[in-house]
């Protein structure tokens, strides 16, 4: 049956299927080098790969690109699986390695230089580099591009054995010196590595460049649709010449898309990585971290990032997505999921001072306003509560509906309360604000009297502590320049000792909640039965107002 084209990357497989390319065949893969955890950009990648393995009734792998011993690691790998299983995304039979196809790779390399269309040259990097030539000029060729067929194959395998330090040779393509397209001109195919590779260990001295290795794991694996970021573009037509002699006629065509650029978030592995190395985060899963993990720790749902992958869409121009669509996201998957309980994070005492010393009653309020269905609960109420510090101002700025000398508001689900008198300390700051309430005015008895502010509170013998944790943006501005760790923003993260409801005391990592007039948050992993501790997701759109 037919797909819809949604974005041209399916517009191109509908061409291919009505010309029988593939015989209507769609097997996509996501490839991700397990040298660091995935971060939002990945997950668009993951998005799109799986999302058309499922829009065709197709497949779609999980490979692990693993051809930089130096830089990879098995904690990555079972960070990338747990993370794309988070997603909601199940691949193709079990996961896949590039390193199992190590010797196909050495083998095809092996018929190349047969061909004559690969040799090993002795240049160091910087020669190899320097010889290259650029857009204007044409570069020149190696002093060892003419060797014979037998001497290649002798140094090559002697490469392999281990017979030469790092550095020392390289197998190149043989293409042509002065293509217009720089990487064309006889790209490096094999380098010298001697290092523990996490899987292989020490049997191969031979490391397979990513152009080389690409195009022939997408083959082994009978790839159709190659999805790969824009930077790839001037690689295809090198993509395709790898595969030229490959015995399979169906080969994979590689197809580009516009990689993703957040605001206010570095997208790069490299990067993320020199913010867990220089401490300014507390690792990988930092909630403030745009990685998976750390956006899983913030508590964004899987739900909400795979709505933001499918609004921003796929494009095949560069540009850069404004943060606030992904916190738009998340409001709107937990909207009416989540309960809203009343959490008072910047807590200030209020006395009631004509309300019986000792007595608590229960008051119910909605547990989601939007959301009849999600019932109710009963709140204890007393002589002595918390409201939020900046609910209260001994000179009010005009408009200012919320409590003030003299001033009436309604505490959410109990009464009206007018303040009477603040007590300060040496310090000037406010211990203690006094109030008398009204009786009349006990929520749901039908009182007609109006005010204009009604402010959440928690009861002070019942309220449980926790420790809320708000965040900023880690940068403070977009940034992808070099000294992007001078944008760190040290204000990102900001401790504060709150007071919740009592309902708070069997929170369990994960759970998700709109704290009344505060905004969306999630129970982080650190929380105990003892020490509560509660990640800000994302404040609410219209903090001031309600
Ligand atoms: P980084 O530069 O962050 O290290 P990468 O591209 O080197 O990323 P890989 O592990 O090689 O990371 O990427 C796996 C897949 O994810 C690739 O197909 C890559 O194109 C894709 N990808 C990586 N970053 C983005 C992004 N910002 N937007 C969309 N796709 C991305
Ligand atoms: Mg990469
Ligand atoms: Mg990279």
Known sequence: EEVVAVNFIEAEINKDNEEGVYGGRVHTRFPPEPNGYLHIGHAKSICLNF????????LTNLRFDDTNPEKEDVEYVNSIKEDVEWLGFQWNGTELYASDYFDQMYDYAKVLIQKGKAYVDDQTAEQIRQTRGDFSTPGTNSPFRDRSVEENLKLFEEMKNGV???GEKVLRAKIDMADPNIVMRDPVLYRIVNADHHRTGSAWKIYPMYDFAHPIEDAIERITHSVCTLEFEVHRPLYNWVLEDWADSEKPRQIEFARLNVTNMVMSKR???????????AGWDDPRMPTISGLRRRGYTPAAIRDFCERIGVAKADSTVDV??????IREDLKLKAPRPMVVIDPVKVIIDNYPEGQIEMVTVEN?????????REVAFGREIYIERNDFMEEPIKKFFRLAPGKEVRLKGAYFVTCQCIVKDDAGNITEIHCTYDPETKSGSGCTRKVKGTLHWVEASTAVDVEARLYDYLLKEYSDGKDFLGDFNPESLQVMHSK?????GTTKPGDHFQFLRQGYYVTDKDSTPDHIVVNRIVGLRDSWAK
């Open 368 to 376: 989601n306003p939007e959301n009849e269905e999600m019932g109710s």
């Open 324 to 329: 606030a669509l992904l916190e738009f996201c």
């Open 51 to 58: 999302g058309l393995g499922q829009a065709y009734k197709g």
């Open 271 to 281: 990067k993320l990585r020199a913010l867990v190395e220089a401490n300014l985060v």
């Open 500 to 504: 919740g409801e009592a309902c708070l």
């Open 164 to 166: 030469y330090a790092d």
